[in-house]
């Protein structure tokens, strides 16, 4: 992999002095914070208010490395490779963080709409699913912040990822066992209280006062069902002369 060079448009394009200040500036700063070798992956991003692309200023050695691709393919691999895109709100204490997930037809469809909010709020975070080779997922939390330049005509994303898979194997884990357990209790009818039972035959009486089978009774009230079989004692006692002549 070659070493980061600047791809980007706006130092070299007919833009503000206060824009392409801004964007040397993070360069700058990047660069540097790169060499640390802290497992956090900055990134510049850029975009006009008339285009539908963004394109990258900067990004990081390690994320084009993370995508297998060049610098400026970074951009577009990036989208390829997103499955979906989650944002996790926190709403009343009573129901606590819901999330919404966004999969990646979905968001070709409303991408424009998200940028439109993320502009006005100054913010976005987000936690982007991405399928890389060998079928081999990885989760990578998006936080960054907005800067519009209005003379400009263009939008500045100054932001961090961060890659948090275990902490989304480990929740994808935690809903599928919920979702199995809740399946589970579906399926499961509990009987309770007292069950008048014949002292002879052993029928039960049911709510209506008719007299069922056992094997009937448990069947509509549980999920049970019955296979029939006989045991050692009963074989004794009905056939066990036949059973020792056999012998």
Known sequence: MEEAKYQGRILGGNYTEALKGRVSA???????????????????????????????????????????????DAAEVFREKIVDRRIYKYVEAETG??????TRRELNVVRE???EVSEKQGVTEAVYKLALANNRNIWVKDQAAIETYERDRTCLSVGCLTIVTKEMEAEEERERLVL?????????????GLLPICASCKKIRD????????????????????THSICPECSERLYGEFLKRKK
């Open 113 to 115: 709409e998200l940028r």
């Open 180 to 192: 199995e357990l809740q399946e589970a209790m579906s399926k499961i009818k509990t009987l309770s």
């Open 26 to 72: 993070c360069l700058a700063d990047f660069l540097a914070f790169e060499k640390t070798g802290n497992p956090a992956i900055p990134y510049l991003a850029a975009w006009h208010e008339e285009e539908k692309t963004i394109w990258y200023e900067y990004v990081s050695k390690r994320f084009v490395k993370l995508l297998d691709c060049e610098y400026f």
């Open 207 to 226: 709510d209506k006062g008719y007299w069922n089978q056992i094997e009937s009774y448990i069947k509509h009230h549980s999920e049970a069902d019955f």
């Open 97 to 102: 963080i819901e999330k919404e997930v966004i």
